[in-house]
């Protein structure tokens, strides 16, 4: 008896297991290996959810919000379907060619690409917000207006709620579906009881805050001179992968032919959810190869690979830190009603919130943050199988978002000393920041040990930004004129 119970006991045991194996270690699945084309919910999938702790002690309540989202999943632009037809004729031609020279090889060539086509083809519009990208920021609402109902139990005002896209399209199709679902049910409008909100943008020619880098010509500069050095990092392995693929389906592919095929692999499987076409014609070890390229190429020209990449971001942390100071003087005022803004919801691109995650120091061990600290340049993510940290499809999938939760801690009431804290969430999952040791960084150490360092970069010389955008700048009507000039000061 006693040993059946034990044996019972280790086969428990040997389950567990067996259970926590399985769910640290998911299959292979290509959809969550797409660098920033992944799908906000594969990505999701990805993180570890059990490290999720909410650890705000008692007494605190969530009074500020930051948003910064990028777009949800769109359709390739226009530039990128030209390519995918250039891709359907070269498959073509190599089909053709492969049957003519040797048609016993005729059926190892996979069946799809015999007569593919582009979905796309013949569009002449692209780059635009799908349904899906629709669902991912309003789906993203819901939960977020569930989880914060202290910030988000008061009736709508664009000065309490104000929501702000970039000019792109895709942006502001995605403000607007962040609002639809975090005001459901507030209005008046339809079945659904929506409500019109507003979002409002900055011109592109002067988006300091949230387009920064179609604005700082030292990093325009920059990204132009280290395209030749990614594609030099990313050739040997498009080599190796495009003779690996001749040989495995005998059709004559060039180097180019490889990364569109690569390109139409990560549309397929994020929009289409197709797997076994293009994704399919690499192996896993291949296919881990070229997220790597595609994270080189993000580090490098996006993210810690060069300091402009993110020192351009200043004037977004700036501004938003000034939101929270802003907040906690209202809330000390003790305003009628809590009449203050309460969140400030941002829509943009993977340009604006890699950056900012970036300048909040994310995704870095301790050796690689103190070495930014130092302004010493970090070492390229290692090959896989090595491990690295920088990887897109986390850092930056579609949808992809930081949030900066501001708590105020103690009540007046039981006069108890106030405190004021800062969470950061990366999409949605809290992370601890290095320079403050924990996920729920005090106000101040958060000011001095983050904020404050970083403000000596002024936008306007670090980017050597010409005249003509100040001339741009200058004809901003109030409210912005906290713009370009501003930096300067
Ligand atoms: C995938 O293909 C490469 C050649 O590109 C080969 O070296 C490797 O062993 C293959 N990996 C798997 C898991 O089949
Ligand atoms: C995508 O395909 C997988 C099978 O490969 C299926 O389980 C899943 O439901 C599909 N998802 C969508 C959104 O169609
Ligand atoms: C409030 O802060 C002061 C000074 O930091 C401290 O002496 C006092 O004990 C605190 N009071 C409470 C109720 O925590």
């Known amino acids: 008896?006693?040993?059946?119970?034990?044996?019972?006991?280790?086969?428990?045991?040997?389950?567990?297991?067996?259970?926590?194996?399985?769910?640290?270690?998911?299959?292979?699945?290509?959809?969550?290996?797409?660098?920033?084309?992944?799908?906000?919910?594969?990505?999701?999938?990805?993180?570890?959810?059990?490290?999720?702790?909410?650890?705000?002690?008692?007494?605190?309540?969530?009074?500020?919000?930051?948003?910064?989202?990028?777009?949800?999943t769109r359709s390739p632009t226009k530039r990128r379907i030209k390519e995918l037809d250039k891709l359907a004729t070269r498959l073509a031609a190599l089909v053709e060619e492969a049957n003519r020279e040797c048609s016993s090889e005729a059926p190892k060539i996979p069946g799809w690409i015999q007569k593919w086509e582009s979905p796309w083809k013949g569009r002449v519009k692209g780059g635009e917000l799908t349904d899906m990208g629709e669902q991912e920021l309003y789906r993203l609402a819901l939960r977020v207006k569930d989880r914060f109902p202290d910030i988000f139990n008061r009736d709508y005002h664009p000065d309490i709620y104000p929501i702000k896209a970039t000019q792109v399209p895709r942006a502001a199709a995605s403000a607007v579906a962040f609002g639809t679902g975090l005001f459901s049910g507030k209005g008046t409008l339809g079945p659904g009881q929506n409500r019109a909100f507003s979002v409002v943008s900055e011109s592109l020619a002067s988006d300091v805050l949230l387009r920064f880098n179609k604005i700082c010509t030292t990093y325009k500069d920059y990204k132009e001179s280290e395209k030749p050095e990614v594609e030099e990092l990313k050739a040997p392995i498009i080599e190796d992968i495009t003779s690996a693929l001749i040989s495995r389906h005998h059709l004559n592919f060039k180097r180019q032919d490889i990364a569109s095929l690569w390109f139409l692999c990560k549309q397929q499987a994020s929009l289409l959810n197709i797997t076994d076409q293009a994704c399919g014609l690499f192996n896993e070890t291949e296919i881990l190869l070229l997220e790597w390229t595609d994270d080189l190429e993000v580090f490098l020209l996006k993210g810690y690979g060069k300091s402009i990449n993110y020192w351009m971001g200043v004037p977004l942390l700036r501004d938003i830190f000034q939101t929270m100071q802003e907040a906690i003087q209202a809330n000390e005022e003790n305003q009628p009603g809590g009449m203050y803004e309460r969140a400030q919801l941002q829509f943009a691109h993977a340009e604006t919130i890699i950056p900012f995650g970036c300048l909040l120091g994310l995704f870095l061990d301790r050796d690689e943050y103190e070495k930014i600290q130092r302004a010493e340049p970090l070492d390229l993510p290692p090959k896989p199988p090595q491990k690295r940290n920088w990887r897109g499809s986390l850092i930056s999938p579609f949808a992809g978002n930081n949030m900066l939760v501001l708590y105020q801690c103690g009540s007046r009431q039981t006069d108890q000393n106030i405190s004021y804290h800062i969470q950061v969430l990366h999409n949605e999952v809290p992370v601890s920041l290095l320079a403050c040791g924990t996920d729920f960084c005090p106000f101040e150490v958060f000011k001095e040990r983050v904020v404050d360092p970083l403000l000596k970069h002024k936008f306007d010389s670090i980017c050597d930004v010409k005249n003509a955008v100040r001339d741009v700048v200058v004809e901003v009507p109030k409210p912005c004129s906290w713009s370009v000039n501003s930096y300067n000061s």
């Open 1 to 72: 008896m006693k040993i059946s119970i034990r044996s019972l006991t280790v086969l428990c045991i040997s389950f567990l297991c067996l259970f926590s194996a399985d769910a640290t270690v998911k299959p292979f699945d290509v959809r969550r290996h797409l660098c920033t084309v992944t799908r906000y919910d594969m990505s999701r999938d990805t993180s570890n959810v059990a490290s999720f702790s909410s650890a705000i002690p008692d007494g605190c309540e969530a009074i500020h919000l930051n948003l910064v989202a990028r777009h949800g």
